[in-house]
């Protein structure tokens, strides 16, 4: 798998998880579902943009690599 095609699947399954999450607040609205979102949820959007970030880096560092090998 290449490193675009990782990040596209991380930024879907995170885009999935998280519709998941909105509509499960629909149902859930306590104390506990808050602290939920503040400890993981939020979190795991945050930990995720920063991978998909560094990940473009890492994509474009690796075209450069193979630029000059060639």
Known sequence: ???QAGRGQL???TKALLA???QTKEHWR???SQEFEQKFMNEL????NAAVTNTEELAKIMAKIRGECE
């Not at 959007?45 to 995720?48: E, G, H, R, Y």
């Open 45 to 48: 959007q945050t930990s995720v």
């Open 1 to 3: 798998m290449s490193v």
């Open 30 to 32: 306590d104390a506990k």
């Open 11 to 13: 930024a879907a399954l």
């Open 20 to 22: 998941s999450w909105h």
